[in-house]
């Protein structure tokens, strides 16, 4: 009993310091395991309010407002369960909206565009398993001992910047090609995404929008938080306004607002929903 009772006591004094040190979970953990984690305590917090009302050796003493205490801290890990679940359903349903949006305006580009909707595939989920395999990809090429890491990187960096000097020389139709053509040699590069931004920007200047918000939505759907998303959701905005699609347009610009609220091309979104007069 006394044994039992000190391993108790031992719990409620960690728990006794406040509840920071459950807070402080990795960054990798999920809010399922936070969750679960959350769930195990609340067990433990019921055997140690048993092992409080048990009558023991009169030479026990507990601390004055000990199952106060143990109330107060059952209650807010109650608390703690009951907002993790709720995060983790309003995250789901963000992600699931999000991807449902992309999803729609790929639908529409292609429709747009009269292409074969069977060739859509399925719409990769946001934020997920399109960002997964481009996180390594600038780190991995460096530090490789073999001798074909450098070329290849080398390579990719050559058909890049000789695409971008077609289009700094004013060749648009040629340098959307080349980007084009460098999207597909190097599928999941660190520069895939700027490369269908300025695929998009060439084929802007050429006034062919079908093609401009295509890039700009595959530059956009492949890396959702990347360093150009907010101007390819812009872009994008633009090019379906551009193409008689005012109210996807309206939601498009709105868009940038929310996901990039206070920079640039919110700004710039802010202004062309306003010229639009959307709602």
Known sequence: ?????????????????????????????????????LSVLFVEIQRLRRELSTTGSPQITLPPGALERVDTIEAELSRLTAKTEQLEFRIDSIVTDGTNRIGDLEFRLVELEGGDFSQ??????????????????????????????????????????????????????????AFATYAETYPGGPLVAEAHYLRGEALASLSNWNG??????????????????????????????????????????????VRFPGGPAAVDANTARGELSCP
Do not use: H, W
């Open 1 to 37: 009993m006394l044994s039992r009772l000190a391993r108790s006591a031992s719990l409620f004094c960690l728990l006794g310091l406040g509840l920071p040190a459950q807070a402080q979970v990795p960054d990798a953990q999920t809010l399922a395991d936070i969750r679960q984690e």
């Open 120 to 177: 859509l595939g399925e719409t990769t989920t946001l934020g997920g398993e399109a960002a997964a395999p481009e996180a390594p990809v600038p780190v991995a090429p460096p530090p490789s001992p073999e001798p074909s890491g450098p070329e290849l990187a080398l390579a990719e960096q050559a058909d890049f910047d000789a695409a971008r000097a077609l289009l700094d020389d004013g060749q648009a139709q040629a340098a959307a090609d």
């Open 212 to 257: 401009a918000a295509r890039a700009y939505l595959d530059s956009f759907s492949g890396t959702p938080n990347g360093p150009q998303s907010p101007n390819a959701l812009y872009k994008l905005g633009v090019s379906l306004n551009a193409l008689g699609q005012r109210d996807e347009a309206c939601l498009t610009l709105r868009e940038v607002s």
